[in-house]
């Protein structure tokens, strides 16, 4: 196989995944709003909305801590890349801790 075709079936297997993580961590939260529309006596107006809708949204927000790992894993370029931003904001951090 060609470069460019290698490199294309590597972006579409980095969109897949990036979009199967999306789907799998905003279901719950999705899945929780829908069940509660369809109930008569929905289950979110008792004492577990707090709990229920804090958790559900943590679930969703992870997605975009989980997003760079995602990159990194897939992505020669933004391996690099990614890896020499740490390596920077590591130098950086141990210049500002030998100025204190």
Known sequence: MSCLV???LQ???MVV???ATFLLLWSPFYLVI???QVQKDSFLL???FLFTMLSTHLIGFTNSAVNPFI???LGDKFRTAFLVSIQKC???KKLYIRVL
């Open 34 to 36: 829908f069940v509660s």
């Open 6 to 8: 290698l490199s294309c």
């Open 46 to 48: 008792n004492e577990n």
């Open 11 to 13: 972006i579409a297997r």
């Open 90 to 92: 590591i130098n950086v």
């Open 17 to 19: 995944v990036i979009a």
């Open 71 to 73: 990159y990194a894993m």
